[in-house]
């Protein structure tokens, strides 16, 4: 596994790449072999309870799934793990934070209904990401009566990356609203979590030039913050239609060798005179001509990509374009390459 000793698993990306999806499959990979993992929701799209055709999810961790070796086709133990998931709501947080802190109880439910906790996550947004990005640290580094800790692994499906560095960097965000007292306090210990060796940031892109470009920036971002780097997750791979001699020959003039081809193939039919078979494929020589020449520059373009993100010198995990969408079992087998790669 390439994050031994990694509890706090961030995951971004810009969007529409499918960060939500490999957030979930990468929790469930890492919740194989008997272990327990949480996924955490910080948006409120209820995007994990959709991807496990489950209801909305409320303000309390809840087991979603478990998953063993065999489930994600690998060979192991038999042993299942548990993925538990958790949409955190922001005025459920703050009333959480209030009540451990000022011990306010029933007089921070009056302050809901007033208006208050928008209020204040709206003048100060940076107090809502300090209570966002401190319940995953919190479960992260949580121990139970018997001094373990809760879950081996916490997954935290983030905001895009245009906003990541920002909503991960909270110590900064609160500078200016609180240079002491416990929301202060609250913003050094998560960002103590945050720097540590038992935080890494994965990004999901996909093989295309402006998710790659902002993967880009969003790691040199995420280091200049003192961040630490995790994996490239490059989705939605599509397999190679042609080989390498194939894409190299599909700029050039190779008409009448592709119509050979097809008449030999019996395109043309087999009782007509030569004349007749090589008339007949005509119609289909430019459309796979001009689908040879766009798959050859699609794959150029890949290769391009590739080199980018190559050149991060980050690990890098790629996960195949599912043609029906992503469903469950989908979800299951985008774990099982993460775990095959090595990712957990």
């Known amino acids: 596994m390439d994050w031994e000793g990694v509890r706090l698993h961030v995951v971004s990306g810009k969007g529409g790449t499918g960060k939500t999806t490999l957030a979930a ?33 409320p303000y309390e961790e809840r087991r979603v799934a478990s998953v063993s070796p065999a489930q994600l ?4 133990p038999r042993t299942s793990g548990d993925v538990f ?8 947080a703050l009333l959480e934070y209030l ?42 580094r949580r121990k139970g009566p018997d001094g373990r800790r809760v879950y081996d692994a916490v997954v935290m499906d983030a905001p895009p990356t245009g906003r990541l560095t920002r909503f991960l960097n909270v110590n900064s965000e609160v500078a200016g609203l609180a240079r002491f007292g416990p929301i202060h306090s609250q913003a050094q210990a998560v960002m103590g979590v945050l720097k540590s060796p038992e935080t890494a940031v994965h990004l999901v892109t996909l093989l295309e ?8 920036d969003g790691f040199t971002e995420l280091r200049e913050a003192g961040l630490p780097a995790g994996g490239v997750l490059v989705n939605m791979v599509r397999p190679p239609v042609l ?10 003039d190779h008409r009448e060798e592709v119509a050979q081809a097809l008449v030999e193939a019996g395109l043309g039919g087999r009782s007509r005179s030569a004349a007749t078979r090589r008339a007949a494929v005509e119609p289909l020589l430019d459309p796979l001509l001009a689908q040879a020449r766009e798959h050859s520059e699609r794959v150029a373009l890949e290769r391009e990509q590739r080199a980018e993100l190559a050149a991060l010198d980050l690990p890098g995990y790629e996960l195949p374009l599912l043609s029906g969408g992503v469903d469950l079992g989908g979800l299951y087998r ?6 095959r790669q090595g990712a957990a």
């Open 85 to 92: 998931a958790l949409a955190i709501d922001t005025e459920q």
């Open 334 to 339: 985008l774990a099982g390459e993460l775990k």
């Open 209 to 216: 030039e402006m998710p790659v470009q902002e993967t880009v």
């Open 73 to 76: 086709g690998l060979s192991g």
């Open 25 to 57: 499959a990468l929790a469930l990979a890492l919740a194989a072999e008997g272990r327990r993992t949480l996924l955490i929701e910080v948006e409120g799209r209820q995007g994990i309870a959709e991807l496990f055709g489950i209801a909305a999810l």
């Open 243 to 252: 080989d390498a001699a194939a894409v190299a020959a599909a700029h050039g």
């Open 99 to 140: 009540d451990m802190f000022y011990k306010l109880g029933r007089a921070g439910k009056a302050l809901q209904k007033v208006g208050f906790v928008d209020f204040a996550t709206t003048i100060a947004p940076g107090v809502r990401d300090v209570l966002l990005t401190g319940k995953a640290c919190e479960a992260a």
